[in-house]
């Protein structure tokens, strides 16, 4: 019974890294109906801003991270304003292929910049496991899912309970109702923009820590979708449940379906996840119903 309790724990763990990835997505989505199919490359772009800092920085590790999350919130929020506001109240097609160019123009400026050799990311938590009885569990894993709890914690009650939150799920509603009512479309869309980088900075921190740093770092962008697609896209406690689910089952398949597979079933796992929930209830476990009228 080890073995297996000890795959549960793992994919929960690895849950928390997806539903961070998950989270800015929906930040995005939720406020700006936008899907943002570059939030991979935002995750790269912050591990390897985090790694300089980290690298070359004469600072604490805790104060190197703040300073990453800052300054991919300034990414996010550059991209915003570069890209994104242009668009506004044009048709939503236009703005999504404009979020896939950016996949292309993020990775071009991380060769630019960086290079393609891996870099080696620093084991901020160590290397060695922590123990729980008989079961280990990974450090930088468990910063990661106990971030993501707060993180969705924090911005369900933002969303609910405070007038920014509340005003960037009008304007995703409709553009140009929400600024007939006198609201900024521009600020709620560069909030959630910045917000959505800086929590790349800390999904990647909880996925590398101890591990190479590379231009495939950002398929976690990739993976992260069958998340956002079970949880809902508007769902935000949802990512966290969605990132679980799908952690616990790609563990569990590497477990025992990769040694009968050529270890490819842990890797399709998340989208038959994802074909599955589209069948059958296509606004996912915890997503927002619509009615539409003709």
């Known amino acids: ?39 991979g490359e935002l995750v790269l772009v912050g591990g390897f801003l985090c790694w300089t800092v980290l690298t070359y920085a004469p600072l604490p590790w805790w104060l190197s991270l703040i300073v990453a999350i800052v300054a991919t919130a300034g990414v996010g929020l550059l991209l915003e304003r570069l890209a994104i506001r242009p668009l506004i109240g044009q048709q939503l097609f236009s703005i999504v292929m404009v979020t896939i160019a950016l996949v292309l123009v993020l990775r071009g400026l991380v060769v630019m910049i960086w290079g393609t050799f891996p870099r080696r990311f620093p084991a901020l938590f160590g290397n060695t496991g922590i123990p729980l009885g008989p079961f280990t569990l990974s450090p930088s894993l468990l910063f990661g899912v106990i971030a993501a709890g707060l ?12 007038r920014v939150g509340l005003t960037m799920s009008a304007v995703a509603e409709d553009h140009q ?28 921190v909880a996925w590398l820590c101890g591990r190479s740093i590379g231009l495939p770092v950002a398929d976690i962008g990739l993976v992260a979708l069958p998340c956002v697609l079970l949880a809902g896209l508007e769902s ?59």
């Open 1 to 39: 019974m080890v073995q297996p309790i000890q795959c549960i724990l793992n994919g929960i763990l690895l849950g928390g890294v997806y539903a961070a990835v998950s989270i800015a997505f929906i930040v995005i989505y939720r406020s700006t109906r936008v899907f943002n199919f570059s939030q």
């Open 151 to 162: 993180i969705v914690v924090g911005l369900w009650w933002m969303f609910n309970r405070t």
């Open 177 to 204: 109702t929400a600024s007939a009512l006198g609201i900024s479309v521009k600020q709620s869309m560069s909030i959630a923009w910045a917000m959505a980088g800086g929590v790349s900075v800390i999904a990647a």
């Open 236 to 294: 935000v406690p949802g990512a966290l449940a969605a990132g679980i689910i799908v952690g616990i089952a790609e563990s569990l398949s590497m477990y025992y379906l990769d040694p009968l597979t050529e270890g490819g079933m842990s890797l399709v796992m998340p989208f038959l996840i994802m074909m599955l929930v589209l069948i059958i209830r296509p606004e996912g476990l915890f997503g927002w119903k619509r009615i539409e009228r003709l």
